[in-house]
């Protein structure tokens, strides 16, 4: 069984946490697009785990976790989280993976990154992190692969020149200072000698796997709405955060993929720039933050919150083609007297189901709402669908009938055993 677990908002969805649940039923995690710009939130036995570039489902014993080719590696980060996991007793020379494949992130994309931002009119939120500037390398066809950086006849030559133009382009266009190419050679020579042991050619081992009758779990980065082709462009990350990402990123075909998971959280959230048509006024989102304790895994900052996008989350299902979903974060709407539910778009005279192309549309849409009683109870303890609060259960229905697809899993805290299936995720079965 290949199983897909895809986010179906703007990311920031909790699909660490559903990653998690889901590995006990999978031998190898594969973590398929992004980079450390994305985190997971695990938290296990009480303890906190908040993974970037490792696939989140590590926590479990004898698992092998594989970041895949699509994905754009900063060595310096990957070796500091791999070192904070062996600090915490996982084995992280046998459990984790690299693919060859993978692009490599240096200091001069981070430097671009910002400066870039900078210099814009409009700013799209990014990280700083150098995510975008290493995939317009790959793109541009002069990026640098793990495979390149593990090779020292070629990879000096492929630093330099890139060095070179990086340098140039630093300096001419933003007024910044240039790079040492020695220094850059030097340090990355030593990254390559530690991730070495770990490196594999992602496609082939994972082939290996799946003739091994081996069970493979799929976790994208980000959600669909930040997806390059199919979210609020130009308010997206850089690479394909959808379904389809996890063939390419993987290297696996589609007749591969057993099944589509997307998680949505029980409200919606994004972080930086771009429209949010159900997004609260400031203090409800303030509530809201503060009970979910909605703030970046990864950079801290505060989410933008609001009420439950069905426009949203129907496309993210069509789109990545999803089996089932999984709802997290039920238990922050347990004081919420009057939920609403966005289920189209007003735009001037007219009402829109579907979720549209054209960003500014969606900017100066106004959300139209269909309003839910609460149930002004704690869900915390639930461990059926049929102990949740009535309330709660046509809360639960109602996403069910809007979006088409059953859900699978509901999660109703942080902790791990706060989760539970509803029929059978397996077979798709509905509350």
Avoid at 120 to 129: A, C, I, K, M, Y
Avoid at 385 to 413: D, H, M, N, W
């Amino acid at each position: 069984m290949n199983v897909i677990v895809v986010g179906a908002q703007w990311g920031d969805e909790g699909k660490g946490k559903i990653i998690d649940v889901l590995t006990e039923e999978a031998d190898i995690l594969v973590r398929y697009q992004g980079g450390n710009n994305a985190g997971h939130t695990v938290v296990a036995d009480g303890q906190e785990f908040i993974f970037h570039l490792i696939p989140s489902g590590l926590l479990h014993p004898g698992k092998v976790g594989l970041i895949g080719h699509g994905v754009v590696v900063d060595p310096e980060a990957l070796l500091e989280e791999m070192q904070r996991l062996k600090g915490r007793g996982i084995d992280v020379r046998q459990a984790v993976k690299l693919g060859d494949g993978a692009h490599v992130i240096f200091p001069y994309h981070k430097r671009l990154d910002v400066a870039q931002e900078a210099a814009r009119t409009g700013r799209l939120g990014t990280t700083g992190r150098g995510i975008g500037p290493c995939y317009v390398d790959k793109v541009a066809r002069c990026g640098i692969r793990i495979a390149d950086l593990c090779d020292r006849q070629s990879f000096p030559e492929r630093l330099r020149r890139n060095v070179e133009e990086k340098n140039r382009l630093l300096q001419l266009v933003y007024g910044e200072s240039p790079f040492s190419y020695q220094e850059l050679l030097e340090r990355y020579q030593a990254y390559a000698e530690q991730l070495a042991p770990h490196v594999v050619n992602g496609p082939r081992f994972l082939r290996a796997a799946m003739a091994a009758g081996k069970r493979i779990l799929f976790e994208g980065a980000q959600g669909t709405m930040l997806d390059l082709d199919h979210g609020t462009y130009p308010y997206v990350t850089s690479s394909n955060a959808t379904a389809g990402g996890a063939c390419t990123g993987a290297g696996v075909p589609p007749t591969a993929i057993d099944r589509v998971i997307g998680v949505v959280k029980a409200y919606t959230t994004r972080v930086g720039e771009g429209p949010l048509p159900t997004e609260f006024p400031p203090q409800l989102m303030e509530r809201f933050r503060a009970r979910g304790r909605e703030f970046g895994a990864t950079t801290g900052r505060p989410r933008r919150c609001g009420w439950f996008d069905a426009v949203v989350a129907r496309h993210a299902v069509l789109i990545n083609g999803c089996d089932v979903i999984a709802v997290t974060k039920l238990d922050v709407l347990d004081d919420v007297e009057t939920i609403q539910i966005c289920v189209g778009y007003r735009d001037g005279e007219r009402v829109i189901e579907e979720f549209p192309s054209d960003t500014a549309l969606l900017a100066r849409c106004e959300p139209v709402y269909e309003s839910l009683p609460g149930w002004r109870s704690d869900t915390g303890a639930a461990e059926r669908f049929e102990e949740l609060p009535p309330a709660a259960q046509r809360y639960l229905k109602r996403l069910e009938a809007l979006l088409g697809v059953p859900i699978c899993l509901i999660s109703t805290g942080s902790q791990r055993e706060q989760v539970f299936r509803v029929g059978s995720w397996l077979t798709g079965a509905s509350a």
